[in-house]
């Protein structure tokens, strides 16, 4: 059972029956009274945010959270589904429980899936991907100073801001977290 004293980002503890994971924790000893710790955590169910205190010594449970790496197969309109590769299982979740997710994701792509009594609750994307731009305006130098960008369209429709050089058939490395261009990438 962690205590307040093991909180740090990315923890997943269990509070008020579901599972929550540790966005931010801030160890706080004020002047009078009882030292605390104040968190933002996001629920890995509903991706609802809250913010709480938690008293300096209080212990919380493990939520019993399991991480497998699977396979993404197909998308059925409102399902998309997953596949095991050690054993072949097959698990759906819903499309708006990968909302963030789903502008960065491919066929066959391998990401982690949160497991939460039984059930697939999340998708754990790779931190950086690379796409195809399928479509993007040719650049034209200007008076940029630092050099400028512009929209580029994905394989996956996703549209991310891109350097000026960046053309149609490039390769590149987006970041996941943040939906930004990182690198071209040589083919």
Same mark, same amino acid.
């Given at each position: 059972?962690?205590?307040?004293?093991?909180?740090?980002?990315?923890?997943?503890?269990?509070?008020?029956?579901?599972?929550?994971?540790?966005?931010?924790?801030?160890?706080?000893?004020? #002047?009078?009274?009882?030292?605390?710790?104040?968190?933002?955590?996001? !629920?890995?169910?509903?991706?609802? +945010? @809250? &913010?709480?205190?938690?008293?300096?010594?209080?212990?919380?449970?493990?939520?019993?959270?399991?991480?497998?790496?699977?396979?993404?197969?197909?998308?059925?309109?409102?399902?998309?589904?997953?596949?095991?590769?050690?054993?072949?299982?097959?698990?759906?979740?819903?499309?708006?429980?990968?909302?963030?997710?789903?502008?960065?994701?491919?066929?066959?792509?391998?990401? #982690?899936?949160?497991?939460?009594?039984?059930?697939?609750?999340?998708? !754990?994307?790779?931190?950086?991907? +690379? @796409? &195809?731009?399928?479509?993007?305006?040719?650049?034209?130098?200007?008076?940029?100073?630092?050099?400028?960008?512009?929209?580029?369209?994905?394989?996956?429709?996703?549209?991310?801001?891109?350097?000026?050089?960046?053309?149609?058939?490039?390769?590149?490395?987006?970041?996941?977290?943040?939906?930004?261009?990182?690198?071209?990438?040589?083919?």
């Amino acid at each position: 059972m962690p205590s307040t004293s093991d909180f740090k980002k990315n923890l997943k503890i269990l509070h008020n029956d579901e599972p929550w994971i540790i966005l931010e924790a801030q160890h706080v000893k004020p #002047g009078k009274g009882v030292a605390f710790v104040k968190t933002r955590m996001r !629920n890995l169910i509903s991706g609802r +945010v @809250l &913010e709480k205190n938690f008293r300096s010594g209080d212990s919380v449970e493990d939520p019993g959270v399991t991480d497998r790496e699977m396979q993404y197969l197909y998308n059925d309109g409102a399902t998309y589904h997953f596949m095991d590769n050690d054993n072949y299982d097959q698990v759906g979740i819903q499309a708006d429980a990968l909302e963030d997710t789903i502008p960065y994701l491919i066929d066959n792509m391998v990401v #982690g899936i949160l497991f939460w009594n039984g059930r697939a609750i999340s998708v !754990n994307m790779p931190n950086h991907v +690379v @796409l &195809e731009v399928t479509q993007t305006d040719p650049g034209v130098k200007g008076d940029t100073a630092s050099g400028g960008s512009k929209p580029a369209t994905l394989q996956t429709g996703a549209t991310v801001n891109v350097p000026l050089y960046i053309k149609e058939g490039d390769s590149i490395r987006v970041d996941t977290r943040t939906s930004s261009f990182v690198e071209r990438v040589n083919s």
